[in-house]
């Protein structure tokens, strides 16, 4: 039996396991990743599959805004391990995913991905045509789906992060800044 909740702290180092085994090295490359770097999930939008104490599926939402001032969510990744496959816990997590999303008050949900996998939860680039991403993307991948009807109605624009920073990330930047500086100048 899968059992769907909000994920945890134990499920950090098991979700990067099955992100890495899903997607390998080059999920961190994505034009949609620059979107979630630095940044915290959307509150209580981040969820674990369970088979009893594994974790075979992971799906998060980030708050981003679908151009100027239209508050949305960008949702990935969403993964199930390879021994799970095709006994529908991806379809679980999403249906669980944007009930919650809608149920919190958000209107729109975006996504990079494949539209006849996502299309089946509603989700099409039927308003995506005037949105653009901070990078490269295949323009047919660039998906959404509307939890309030007309919420994407003349969206235009960058699709920006508006999520909250990773506690920390400010002072790992700045430590990260003096370093190179410091061997900047060693260098020199």
């Not at 620059?34 to 088979?51: D, I, K, N």
């Not at 998060?60 to 508050?71: E, Q, S, T």
């Not at 993307?137 to 920073?165: F, K, M, P």
């Amino acid at each position: 039996m899968i059992a769907i909740r909000n994920e945890t702290e134990l499920d950090i180092a098991p979700r990067e396991a099955l992100l890495d085994a899903a997607f390998g090295e080059g999920r961190f490359a994505k034009t949609a990743q620059r979107l979630r770097e630095g940044r915290l999930p959307a509150q209580g939008l981040s969820f674990a599959a369970r088979a009893g104490r594994r974790l075979v599926g992971t799906l998060r939402l980030w708050d981003i805004a679908a151009g100027p001032g239209r508050k949305a969510l960008l949702l990935g990744p969403l993964a199930v391990a390879g021994s799970h496959r095709n006994r529908g816990i991806g379809g679980e997590l999403m249906r669980h995913a944007l009930a919650e999303a809608q149920r919190q008050g958000y209107a729109a949900v975006l996504l990079v991905g494949d539209a006849p996998y996502y299309g089946r939860f509603g989700f099409s680039a039927e308003k995506t045509g005037a949105l653009r991403l901070p990078g490269p993307y295949e323009r047919e991948r660039l998906l959404a789906c509307e939890l309030v009807g007309g919420a994407l109605d003349g969206a235009r624009g960058l699709i920006s992060a508006t999520g909250r920073h990773e506690p920390g990330l400010a002072a790992r930047v700045a430590g990260l800044s003096r370093k190179d500086s410091t061997l900047a100048s060693h260098a020199a």
